[in-house]
């Protein structure tokens, strides 16, 4: 099960545009108990997220998976 895969569908169902510009480009990278890590396509990419768009994100993965309490967010 992937955190993040449920979460990009209530992502994408919210703001179809938002999603595709910023969202729809993280993988999953890595996953323990409370932090799922995820990778951004350019050190940008990753900077903009954490930056802007962190706490949406988070709120939509909790909502899948109330265990994760911290992402993280690499680029290359």
Known sequence: FQA???AAVLLAEED???FDAWFA???EAERNETCLT???PSR???NY???HLLERLRIAVQRCDGRV????ILGP
């Not at 309490?69 to 993280?72: I, T």
């Open 16 to 18: 179809p545009a938002l």
């Open 25 to 27: 480009g993280l993988m």
């Open 4 to 6: 993040y895969a449920a």
């Open 49 to 51: 997220v954490q930056t």
């Open 69 to 72: 309490g911290k992402l993280r």
């Open 44 to 46: 940008f990419h990753a």
């Open 38 to 40: 995820l990778f951004a």
